[in-house]
């Protein structure tokens, strides 16, 4: 019942906003009419932006964590070593499960390796948020989509705060979903000009 009550919670924004929107009435902006022409290009800038971004991130976080990683990578091989080495010489291999030293030995190469697991976790993490400050950082000082798709010359006061806002958000969080995000939504963009294409030609 909690679970359920929580779920409500996300409806509270979506009110608000529109409550802001019925009494605040903001101005509907119109779409640029190039805008479908110049997205190829505004994708593949953001594919190169975002590259750039991955190779950053991927250099910070090697000087940052790597000798961790080594070092756990290390202990692992060590614990197998030792593992290994020990079934060599054990001589009832079928009572290995029983035997304390054998238990010992496995229960260290498991704890070594869930370490490594989590450790990597804990980088990927880092790496996210890394993609995703440097996303918005970009965005914020003019790295943006929306604001070329859209004309926003009618907006002023809030509603082009609002709408900076937005679009630094948005654009922020596609650069930091990375190159291969980015072309996915390029190849959609593509495949969905190419049906709409054939529908003309079909319909003429």
């Known amino acids: 019942m909690a679970a359920q009550n929580k779920r409500w919670l996300w409806v509270i924004p979506l009110v608000i906003l529109l409550l802001a929107a019925y009494y605040l009435s903001p101005v509907s902006m119109a779409f640029n009419d190039q805008g479908l022409t110049i997205l190829p290009s505004i994708f593949g800038y ?34 197998k070593r030792k593992l290994d080495d020990y079934l060599k010489t054990a001589e009832d291999k079928a009572k290995l499960i029983q035997n304390e030293t054998y238990s010992q030995l496995h229960t260290a190469l498991e704890s070594a390796e869930t370490k490594r697991r989590n450790y990597k976790s804990e980088s990927r993490y880092i790496s996210q948020w890394l993609g995703l ?24 006061g809030f509603q082009k705060s609002a709408f900076v806002a937005v679009d630094v958000m948005l654009t922020g969080v596609a650069i930091a979903g990375g190159s291969d995000s980015i072309n996915k ?18 319909q003429s």
């Not at 939504?185 to 079909?202: C, G, H, I, N, P």
């Open 133 to 156: 400050a440097m996303g918005v950082l970009l965005s914020f000082v003019g790295v943006r989509v929306l604001e070329n798709l859209l004309i926003i010359g009618p907006l002023e």
């Open 46 to 79: 953001l594919v190169l932006i975002s590259m750039f971004v991955e190779r950053a991130i991927e250099v910070f976080l090697s000087a940052w964590r790597s000798r961790g990683a080594d070092e756990l990578d290390h202990q692992i091989a060590i614990a």
């Open 185 to 202: 939504m390029m190849k959609v963009y593509s495949s969905f000009m190419e049906s709409t294409a054939q529908r003309t030609q079909a």
